[in-house]
């Protein structure tokens, strides 16, 4: 177990994800001494805090998240001395010139030897100001024997004309290795797990190629609705936040060769190379390969909710799609016929995140009745685990066969360690960037989006298509082809 350097972690923004995952996260890592004792924070946003201010906000954070697990008074006293607070514009000069000082300030009390650690849990829109501004106070700059690092959110970019300029913008300041884009899926030990399934064991690995495999399910469903960011996701909608990110990582980790190492750099240059592979999808037949949907008002869990376009924040006639299911083909020697299928939307009927690998059928056919295809889960959450479902006889004097299933609970290890935002903000505090998309692998996630956006201008959607609480629009079943059906989880 490795304990990272000491550091002061600036966090620009005290909105939301820094109140309910951040925050939660760090105290977290500090109940389960993961942190160095020196470790230390620096909030900065527009609220007119002290010190004191800002305390009180993180306390009431990890005291109402449910991430946290018991308060632990004693942590806490040692957590909330290492908490300071600069207020201001992200725009002004004079924000980052007091926030230099304040830095000085704390690495000298909290002797934190001038590392630090930029986070930016703000607005996209101010990513490339941040990032400018912190150069121009020299604060990117790294020493001998002290590290400086940015990390990034996500959205990283609109599209990918925006999202080359936001590196363009960033690399005028910073230098790649000092780069974090947060992907918060890749902090989830079942999609770390992927790497270990597969290149830990021969079982699986000699089955995974177009000789075995039908086709693939990549499953992202969530119940949720907008609960508050309507306006938000008017501009971002399901491609840009979920699909560009979240389910391109998980299809890369699924779909990659082998890296030769556990290098940051060896692992992203296989996830690159399968990204490049995926044969891109002609702009008049984007209808072939995705169908998007939006829900209307429906009911979930007994309750009826509302349309998206009632939303808060949402225009009445919005065409945003909340709901995409996406077929990909892989060019190259493993992959060539095997179909991948990803979907993911919001307000369906439970969340649930999935991998499926769906296997062919035996060739040859001698049994009373037709075998089912052989199918590995891997359930990602909740219920973390992997379920292999293959066919048996029933006992009795005819061969007939029925499927049953072999499981693999997580709970096996007890309970999940550690939160995803609390594993990647100790990577990036130690320098290991596994974890973290690369500027490339990005870039290809949003060449792919924006075909499909662009196809998608017109002519306007006949929206809502399903209704909240179903599992979409049925298009996204014509999508599979003949002989597949989309898992019912
Ligand atoms: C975020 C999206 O990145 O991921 C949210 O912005 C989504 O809209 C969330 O709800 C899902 O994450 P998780 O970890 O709850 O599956």
């Known amino acids: 177990r490795r304990t990272p350097d000491a550091c002061v972690l600036v966090i620009f923004g005290v909105g939301d994800l820094t109140q309910r995952k951040l925050l939660p996260a760090l105290y977290r890592l500090a109940m389960e001494g993961e942190l160095n004792p020196n470790f230390s924070i620096v909030g900065v946003g527009r609220r007119d805090w002290s010190d004191e201010g800002f305390r009180d906000f993180a306390e009431d954070s990890v005291k109402t998240s449910k991430e946290t697990g018991d308060f632990d008074q004693q942590t806490w006293d040692g957590f909330q001395e290492g908490l300071f607070f600069v207020g201001g514009p992200f725009d002004q000069t004079e924000t980052f010139r007091k926030l230099k000082e304040k830095i000085e300030e704390v690495s000298r009390q909290r002797d934190t030897g001038g590392n630090v650690l930029f986070y930016l849990a703000t607005p996209p829109s101010v990513f490339a100001p941040i990032a400018e501004l912190l ?178 924040g949402v225009n009445p006639e919005s065409v945003t799609p909340t709901y995409v299911a996406l077929k990909l083909e892989v060019n190259n020697w493993r992959w060539q016929g095997v179909p991948f299928f990803l979907r993911t939307a919001k307000r369906l009927p439970k969340k649930v995140t999935e991998i499926a690998v769906v296997f062919k059928n035996p060739p040859s056919d001698i049994f009373p009745n037709k075998a089912e295809r052989n199918v590995l889960a891997i359930r990602i959450q909740p219920d973390e685990g992997m379920s292999l479902k293959f066919n048996s006889k029933v006992p009795g004097q005819d061969n007939y066969l029925r499927e049953v299933v072999m499981d693999f609970k997580y709970d096996a290890f007890g309970q999940l360690t550690g939160t995803p935002y609390g594993r990647l903000l100790l990577d990036s505090m130690l320098g290991d960037a596994t974890l973290f998309p690369r500027e490339d692998e990005v870039e290809l996630a949003w060449q792919l989006v924006d075909g499909i956006l662009e196809a998608w201008k017109e002519p306007a959607p006949e929206f809502p298509n399903y209704k909240a609480g179903t599992w979409g629009p049925d298009a996204a079943d014509d999508l599979l082809g003949p002989n597949r059906r989309w898992r019912r989880l």
Do not use: C
Not at 142 to 168: C, M, T
Not at 178 to 188: A, C, F
Not at 281 to 292: G, M, Q, S, T, W
């Open 135 to 312: 150069g121009e106070q020299g604060l990117q700059e790294e020493g001998d024997g002290f590290w400086r690092r940015l990390v990034i959110e996500k959205p990283f970019g609109v599209d990918l004309e925006s999202a080359r300029q936001l590196n363009a913008h960033i690399h005028q300041t910073w230098e790649e290795h000092q780069i974090y884009r947060i992907d918060h899926y890749l902090g989830k030990e079942t999609v770390q797990n992927l790497m270990a399934m597969r290149f830990g064991n021969v079982i699986f690995e000699p089955l995974w190629n177009r000789q075995y495999i039908e086709h693939i399910q990549i499953t992202a469903s969530e119940d949720l609705g907008m609960e508050g960011r309507g306006a938000y996701y008017e501009e971002a909608g399901i491609m840009r936040d979920m699909l560009q990110n979240h389910l391109m990582q998980m299809f890369s980790l699924v779909a990659m060769e082998p890296p030769a190492n556990f290098d940051a750099n060896a692992i992203r240059d296989e996830k690159v190379k399968v990204l490049k592979s995926i044969t891109p999808i002609p702009k008049e037949r984007v209808a072939e390969f995705a169908v998007r949907g939006q829900y209307g008002k429906g009911t979930l869990y007994g309750e009826n909710v509302a349309g998206y376009r009632e939303e808060k």
